[in-house]
């Protein structure tokens, strides 16, 4: 009797970049002080959104490594994505360029996987939400919070987000109690309704 070879399963394949994303984007990659990876996670629905922060290894160094300062996925994504999309629509190179990274996060299942560059308000504001919306289980007022800091400036954005992370463990944690009252509301409170309402007739 002849021996049957029983085959390994397929490997699923990643999309190959396209070519904008080569030419246009990955430039960028090494240098933008903020980045955005599109991923996934064995124990997290996919996507899973991860946003890091580039900076010096030390004080004299000139090398950088990136640092994890959010993460992001499930319904609370898919409750935030059109304010996330608004954030990578209006991201710009060093020349003033749009990169329009918002197509990579569009459509009914996300395909993309790999890394965007994102400038410093980017950045900042995508932190900022990824860190605040962590305790908050009414997804009300995650995409309430999403929708109003995609309005903060680059200074807004990265005064808050210092708040949070640079001043201890118990000043971090009342900052952003504080942060979720004042953007995400009192929970159960109407108003909240009223506000995402406005915002999305908006869209």
């Keep these: 009797m002849q021996a049957t070879t029983t085959m390994p399963p397929a490997k699923r394949s990643k999309p ?42 030390d004080d004299k160094s000139t090398q950088t490594e990136l640092v994890d300062r959010g ?26 360029k749009h990169l329009d990274l918002h197509q990579y996060l569009q459509g009914k299942s996300i395909t ?46 990265t005064y808050w987000l210092s708040r949070i992370l640079h001043f201890g463990q118990a000043g971090n944690r009342w900052a952003a109690a504080g942060m979720r009252l004042m953007l995400g509301g009192m929970p159960g409170d109407p108003a909240i309704a009223a506000m995402l309402k406005d915002f999305r007739s908006r869209d």
């Design 112 to 157: 993309f996987r790999g890394n965007l560059p994102l400038d410093e308000g980017s950045g900042a504001k995508l932190a900022l939400l990824f860190r605040l919306q962590e305790r908050v289980k009414d997804l009300d007022r995650v995409e309430l919070m999403a929708r109003r800091i995609d309005n903060f400036t680059t200074e807004e954005a």
């Design 71 to 96: 993460i992001l996925y499930g319904d609370a994504l898919r409750r935030c994505l059109p304010a996330i999309q608004q954030v990578l629509s209006r991201v710009r190179d060093e020349s003033d």
């Design 16 to 57: 190959a970049p396209d070519d904008f994303y080569s030419k246009k984007v990955a430039p960028h990659l090494d240098w933008m002080p903020w980045l955005l990876r599109v991923t996934d996670h064995r124990d997290r629905p996919s996507p899973v959104l991860i946003v890091k922060h580039r900076r010096p290894i």
